[in-house]
């Protein structure tokens, strides 16, 4: 009997098909995308963080590649007069070799952003990384304040961590965290990390100075509405950021526009697009079933 053929079985009809789902999440493949979807975040009045594609790189190649997309992404940026920022993983730029390469990079990357005059976050990644990736920031933070570091409210570190950071006034981005840890150093259950979340937000809001940038990235509109009821009425109001990934909540961006907050869209683009698109898919129930059922109408 002749074997049907499904889309599903040819690779490269698979990959059009998860790009397909995947541009709900990513700007595209090149740069001239990021420059576009960034123009659109900036007509819907937010500002935008872009971040290319890429982590756990092992050859220099991909190493210096990421470095001087960055570095062009920054001037694509100001060529285009786009609000706008860039976001950098650690282990992208070196840090899964070894920590002088990570550190000179960015060092490289941050003295761009500052003839640039654009902000640098550096995000953060699996606890491997945290210890290292805390020291980079604090030897390039002083020598550009415009940077900032990720907090992430699943591991029980953040907090002495966090306390630490804010001792040198860093910038801080806190976020719930998008790895998997064990029980001893990492939170398991949501409720737990939601209410570390709301803890270390808490303890940013009353011990932020007003020159310091915090910004709230989570798209659960439980803890987004604390944090407006926290604000209320404090000064360093001016210096929060809503941040939110690209195709998620789009309403939630809009009201909190509307209402005059500072919302940032974090914008991935790149060729290495599958495994953050993965990480997106499984984070929530419904886009795994809208996964399967593209699956299986393809
Ligand atoms: C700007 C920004 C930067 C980030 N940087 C880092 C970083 O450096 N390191 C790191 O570990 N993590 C980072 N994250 C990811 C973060 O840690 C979480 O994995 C991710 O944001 C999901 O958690 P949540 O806070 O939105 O809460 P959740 O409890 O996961 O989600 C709350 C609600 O948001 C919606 N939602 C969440 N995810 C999806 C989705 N994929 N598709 C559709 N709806 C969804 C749903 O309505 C859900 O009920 C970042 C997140 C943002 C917004």
Redesign the pocket.
């Given at each position: 009997m002749e074997k049907t053929h499904s889309k599903t079985n040819d690779p490269a009809m698979l990959e059009r098909l998860l790009f397909g789902i995947s541009k709900?999440?990513i700007a595209g493949y090149a740069a001239k995308d990021a420059i576009s979807a960034a123009r659109k975040s900036n007509e819907l009045g937010m500002s935008v963080?872009l971040n290319y594609l890429g982590e756990e790189n092992l050859e220099n190649l991909l190493i210096r590649k990421s470095v001087s997309e960055y570095l062009t992404i920054m001037d694509l940026l100001d060529a285009n007069n786009i609000l706008g920022c860039i976001?950098i993983?650690p282990s992208q730029v070196g840090l899964a070799i070894n920590y002088d390469l990570c550190l000179r990079n960015i060092y490289e990357i941050s003295e761009h952003a500052t003839k640039a005059g654009r902000f640098v976050?550096?995000?953060?990644?699996?606890l491997r990384y945290v210890e290292d990736t805390i020291s980079i920031y604090l030897d390039i933070f002083k020598k550009n304040r415009r940077t900032g570091l990720?907090i992430?409210?699943?591991l029980r570190r953040s907090y002495s961590d966090l306390m630490h950071l804010m001792e040198h006034g860093a910038n801080i981005?806190l976020?719930?965290?998008?790895?998997s840890q064990d029980r001893i150093n990492a939170f398991q259950a949501?409720r737990e990390?939601?209410n570390n979340?709301s803890m270390l937000m808490r303890f940013m809001v009353d011990h932020f100075a007003s020159d310091e940038i915090l910004?709230i990235?989570?798209?659960?509109?439980k803890?987004v509405k604390e944090a407006i009821s926290l604000l209320k009425g404090r000064e360093i109001i001016k210096s929060i950021q809503f941040?939110?990934?690209k195709?998620?909540?789009d309403e939630l961006k809009r009201e909190l526009v509307h209402n005059g907050f500072s919302v940032?869209?974090?914008t991935p683009y790149g060729e290495r697009w599958l495994l953050y698109s993965a990480?997106?898919?499984?984070?929530?129930k419904?886009?795994i079933i809208l996964l399967a059922k593209s699956l299986i109408q393809s």
């Open positions: 709900r999440w963080i976001s993983k976050w550096i995000d953060m990644e699996s990720v992430q409210s699943y981005r976020v719930k965290g998008a790895y949501t990390i939601d979340f910004a990235a989570t798209h659960d509109s803890l941040q939110f990934l195709g998620i909540r940032w869209e974090y990480r997106r898919i499984r984070e929530r419904r886009n």
